[in-house]
C-alpha cells in the first residue's frame, strides 16, 4: 500500500509542496503519494481525520502551512524540542493512535544558507526582522549555530523585545549568545553580516524603516518570501548586499521533513534548479 501524505493550507492553490515530494520520491525511489489539501478556517483538525480516515491506515504525515501552523501545534499529541521552541509545527507523523509534531523550517533555512549558499551563520552577525511565527520559527536552529550576535528588530519594538527575552531565558539550551530585541529606530549606527526578512511585509509590497548602513560590507541578505523581488531585496541590492529570496529554504524545509518521515535525505539541488527552471 503506497504511504500518503498532504499538505494543508488556506488557501493552498499554489503550493510547490506537491510538485517537491514527488520529486524527493521518484529520486529516491519511495512510495509514497503527496497531494494539497484545502481545509476551512475553521476546519483544520476535521480535515486532518477526513485524510487519516479516507487513507484507511495509509496516511503517514502531513505538511502544514498558513494559517493553521500553531494549530498543528495543539493537535499534535508529543512534539519535537525545535517544535516547542517555534511554538509552530509545520510537519505532522501519524503514527499509531499518536501524531508527532515537528517544525522543520528552520533547519531548512540554516541547511539553505550553508550548503545553497556558502553563508555559514558561525561568528556572523545576524539581524533577524520580524518578530511574528516566521520569525521565531528559525531563532532556536540560528542560535546553535553560534552566530557572534542575533539581534531581533521588528515594528512593534515591544514583540521583539519580548521574543528575544523568551530566547534568553530558554532552559537546558546550549546556546552561548543571547538574542537582543529592538525596533527599526534601534538599528542606527549597527551593522549586521546576515540580514534575514521574516516580517511579511514584502507580500505587500511594504517598504521596511531599515536603515542603510545595517548592510555590513559582503553581507548576505535573505528574504523568506520567494517568487517576487520584495522592497527589502531592492534595498539590500542597492548597497551591494548578496540577496537571496526563500525559495532554497521552500525545498530544504521539504527535505527536512522527508527525511523525518522517510529517513531517506533527498538532493535538494536538482529539486531547487528544476523549481528555479519555470
Ligand atoms: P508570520 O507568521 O508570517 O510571521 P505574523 O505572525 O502575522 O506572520 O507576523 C508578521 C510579522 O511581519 C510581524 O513581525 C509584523 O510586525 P508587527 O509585530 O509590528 O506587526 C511584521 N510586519 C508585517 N507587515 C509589516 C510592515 N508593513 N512593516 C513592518 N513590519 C511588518
Sequence with gaps: ??????VFGNPIGHSKSPRIHSLFAAQTGQDISYQAILAERDGFAAAISAFIAAAKGSARGANVTVPFKAEAFRLATWRTPRAEAAGAVNTLSFEAGAIGGDNTDGAGLVRDLKRNLGCDPAGRRILLLGAGGAARGVILPLLLENPA???????SEETAARLALEFARLPGCAVSVKPDGTGFTGLGGRQFDLIINATSAGLGGAVLPLPTSVFAPRCVAYEMVYGRETPFMQQARATGARV???????????????FVWRGVR??????LAALKGN
Design 149 to 155: 550576535e542575533l539581534v531581533i528588530a521588528n515594528r
Design 244 to 258: 537571496a529570496d526563500g525559495l532554497g529554504m521552500l525545498v530544504e524545509q521539504a527535505a527536512e521533513a522527508f
Design 1 to 6: 500500500m503506497t504511504d500518503r501524505y498532504a
Design 266 to 271: 533527498p538532493h535538494t539541488a536538482p529539486v
